[in-house]
Structures are given as structure tokens and as C-alpha cells.
Nanobody, 127 residues
Framework: QVQLIESGGGLVQAGGSLRLSCTAS????????MGWFRQAPGKEREFVAA?????????YYANSLKGRFTISRDNAKNTVYLQMNSLKPEDTATYYC???????????????????WGRGTQVIVSS
């Protein structure tokens, strides 16, 4: 079973940047479309971004995050990344990576379509 491990979270000032990483143990990520989600305190988990496993690396983003966040992957390193720029206090959340289990990109923004999840990495953006 694939186990996902997120890293790279931390405390950053508004306007700053962070790059989150998601690696896998017990399996390879190369055959999975991958997604990032986030959950702020007291709020439901929400979709952030997703990326195809195919060579075209097609990406999808939550509309509100386009232009600030970038998802990418390096299959040779078995790692998926989330580059976050121009961070805002409202980006404060726990960020999770997940492996997609359906027929991508159907319902790519629905967390029910993802079957393997990491434990998350916390991002705090101070004003």
C-alpha cells in the first residue's frame, strides 16, 4: 500500500513562498494522478490542485488559486510538489497530498476520488 508523506510546511509571512513536497513509500507515484487538498481550522477540506500521471502533465487548479500555486511532479524522485507563492493569511491550513483512484480527470476536485492520503503538513501564513 502506498504511504504518502508531505513535508515543507511551516510559518511564513504574507507575500512569502513555500514549496511542499509529497513522497511515497511502499509504492511509486508515477502511475497515479496526484492531488493536493487543504483544510483550514473549522472548515471543510478543499481541493487545491491536481496533476496527471501522463507525459503531458496536465494540471488543474482551484479557480481561486490559479496564478499563485503550481503543482508539479518528478517521477524519477517519486515526488509531487506544490509551489505556493504570494501567500496570504487565508492560505493557512493543513495541506494534504493524495493519490487519485478514478478515471482522471473525472471529478479531480472531489476528495472521494482519492484513495491514498498523507497525514498533512501545516502551513501558517502570518499577516
Amino acid at each position: 500500500q502506498v504511504q504518502l508523506i508531505e513535508s515543507g510546511g511551516g510559518l511564513v509571512q504574507a507575500g512569502g513562498s513555500l514549496r511542499l513536497s509529497c513522497t511515497a513509500s511502499g509504492g511509486t507515484l508515477s502511475s497515479y494522478p496526484m492531488g493536493w487538498f487543504r483544510q483550514a481550522p473549522g472548515k471543510e477540506r478543499e481541493f487545491v490542485a491536481a496533476i496527471s500521471f501522463r507525459s503531458d502533465r496536465t494540471t488543474y487548479y482551484a479557480n481561486s488559486l490559479k496564478g499563485r500555486f503550481t503543482i508539479s511532479r518528478d517521477n524519477a524522485k517519486n515526488t509531487v510538489y506544490l509551489q505556493m507563492n504570494s501567500l496570504k493569511p487565508e492560505d493557512t491550513a493543513t495541506y494534504y497530498c493524495a493519490a487519485y483512484a478514478g478515471v482522471f480527470p473525472n471529478y479531480y476536485d472531489d476528495d472521494d476520488m482519492y484513495n491514498f492520503w498523507g497525514r498533512g503538513t501545516q502551513v501558517i501564513v502570518s499577516s
